[in-house]
Nanobody
Framework: VQLQASGGGLVQAGGSRRLSCAAS????????MGWFRQAPGKEREFVAG????????SYSDSVKGRFAISRDNAKNTVYLQMNSLKPEDTAVYYC???????????????????WGQGTQLTVSS
């Protein structure tokens, strides 16, 4: 499955942005899907994950309450709604698929077998 992340850009602190991750060459409907981010000079980190049905989600402490992950399996797309953005949210955001069908909950990059190319989000203060 190929993943394409989009929706990044420049936004002011306190603002909102929605990222999209569109899949092609296969369906993501049975996969645990995640968003990760990598800030300059830092390691890539888990941000949010969602199970195949959308009934279970997981967030890092740094974004809990501000970000919301969702999915539309009919559109083969996962979203990350980001609210109350902070300058420290500035990073390249990646979507990824854990290719183990109906598995849920991993935050480990090594468990995600397919990655999108990343989209840059810059939050200005």
């Amino acid at each position: 499955v190929q993943l394409q992340a989009s929706g990044g850009g420049l936004v002011q602190a306190g603002g909102s942005r929605r990222l999209s991750c569109a899949a092609s060459e296969g369906t993501i409907s049975t996969y645990w899907m995640g968003w990760f981010r990598q800030a300059p000079g830092k390691e890539r980190e888990f941000v949010a994950g969602i199970n195949w049905s959308g009934g279970f989600t997981s967030y890092s402490d740094s974004v809990k309450g501000r970000f919301a992950i969702s999915r539309d399996n009919a559109k083969n797309t996962v979203y990350l709604q980001m609210n109350s953005l902070k300058p420290e949210d500035t990073a390249v955001y990646y979507c990824a698929a854990d290719l183990r069908k109906f598995f849920s909950g991993s935050r480990s990059q090594s468990d995600f077998g397919s990655w999108g190319q990343g989209t840059q989000l810059t939050v200005s203060s």
